[in-house]
């Protein structure tokens, strides 16, 4: 009696240790868990729309050029090289003396020497005189102008009360810039003084003859 008693007693201390052993398990294994993730797919990541490049204009400078790069009027002090040649030389006693035949200017553009046309007749016999620009006066007058023109006869009668005329002189720097040239030029000198002067020559009228400059060694 006392053997089973006794057996009994180690089969309930067996059944209540097994629940223990499981719980402990239980507890040593969920760390193991939290230690150990489990792994997640990465999130695709979508990629953002290209920002388009911006369209570069081109600089206020760039596009537009200096002020002094073009010219588009001429000023009202400004000749026209083309028309000053022609134009006749008098002297002081109001005499004709020749015509402005060609003008040469230098590298920089300002205009050094007047070649002028002396006497002959319709360029035959004649000859070249070289004076300084600075040499020659130029003079222009004014032209007349009306400035209170009639005006139309009205009620359709022929004849009319005319208005009067007044005439007045334009200004001469006016009448320069329009036609592009002055009227004359004035030399300080005669046309004795001009015949009896020495001939001028061209840069070319050497090379024809033949006395062409010695070149120049680099």
């Known amino acids: ?54 369209k570069q204009t081109p600089s206020a400078s760039a596009a537009a050029p200096a002020n002094d790069t ?19 030389v008098y002297g002081p006693d109001q005499k004709k003396l020749g015509t402005i035949k060609d003008i040469l200017v230098d590298h920089d553009g300002d205009a050094q020497v007047i070649v002028v046309s002396v006497g002959g007749f319709l360029g035959i016999g004649s000859k070249d005189v070289g004076v300084p620009f600075k ?36 200004d001469p720097a006016v009448v320069e810039a329009t036609q592009g040239y002055p009227d004359m030029g004035i ?3 005669t046309e004795q003084q001009l015949k009896s002067a020495p001939d001028f020559h061209y840069a070319s009228d050497a090379a024809e003859s033949g006395n062409r400059p010695a070149a120049t060694k680099p």
């Not at 629940?19 to 150990?36: L, R």
């Not at 040499?135 to 004849?159: F, I, L, S, V, Y």
């Not at 009067?164 to 002189?169: F, G, I, L, T, V």
């Open 1 to 54: 009696m006392f053997k089973q008693l006794a057996y009994c007693g180690l089969i309930a201390a067996a059944l209540a240790a097994t629940p223990v052993f499981a719980e402990t398990a239980t507890d040593q294994a969920a760390p193991a868990e939290k230690m150990a993730p489990t792994a997640q797919s990465p999130t695709p990541v979508t990629p953002a729309p290209a920002t388009p490049a911006a």
């Open 70 to 88: 073009f010219i588009t009027k001429q000023d009202m002090d400004q000749w026209r090289s083309s028309k000053l040649v022609g134009v006749k």
């Open 135 to 170: 040499a020659m006066q130029w003079r222009t007058e004014g032209r007349a102008a009306a400035t209170n023109p009639p005006p139309a006869a009205t009620g359709g009668t022929e004849t009319g009360t005319k208005a009067s005329e007044s005439m007045a002189k334009t």
């Open 187 to 189: 030399l300080a000198m």
